[in-house]
């Protein structure tokens, strides 16, 4: 039986996710805007053109309602589109922190064992990329030190044999 361990830290590459997380922000704050300006300016220019009686009090007590009722739910929208942002960040910069580590080994000289993606993670087929060539160099760094071991032999062969003397050459 595989237990899955639950992961805490959900922000691992601050400049990336950071980014993305602002990028959601703004856009969420734009969308607020968008909707708070369709919402509220239609109630705006019918109060200027009311003249001063009970319908204009009517919809002052109507705005005044839907800007207190705005509010709380503008913030709690921002807060979800922060929550999603992180999300949508993690499920990115996880697979691009593992993807940069190896690639930091493999300039090390170290091939690494393969990458494994969670199952709600994007970049899956850069990551299979990245293992194949990682197979693929670590087949020819085996193909080379099995060169290099052959050709160590042969040369000890050749010093054997050069070290004899001539006479005794069969």
Known sequence: MRFRIQRWRHIVDWKLQGSLILHGLIYGCLVLVAVSLGIFSPLLWDLGSVGMNSSFEEQSIVMLYMHERFWPLAVLCLVLVVLGAVRYSHRVA???VRYK???RLLADGKITPPLRTRRADFMKEEVSCLNEAMFGVGERVDAIR???IDLA???DACVAASSEPPGELT
Do not use: D, V
Request: with cysteine.
């Open 101 to 103: 580590r190896n690639l």
């Open 146 to 148: 099995c060169a290099q």
């Open 153 to 155: 032999r042969k040369l």
């Open 94 to 96: 996880g697979p691009m």
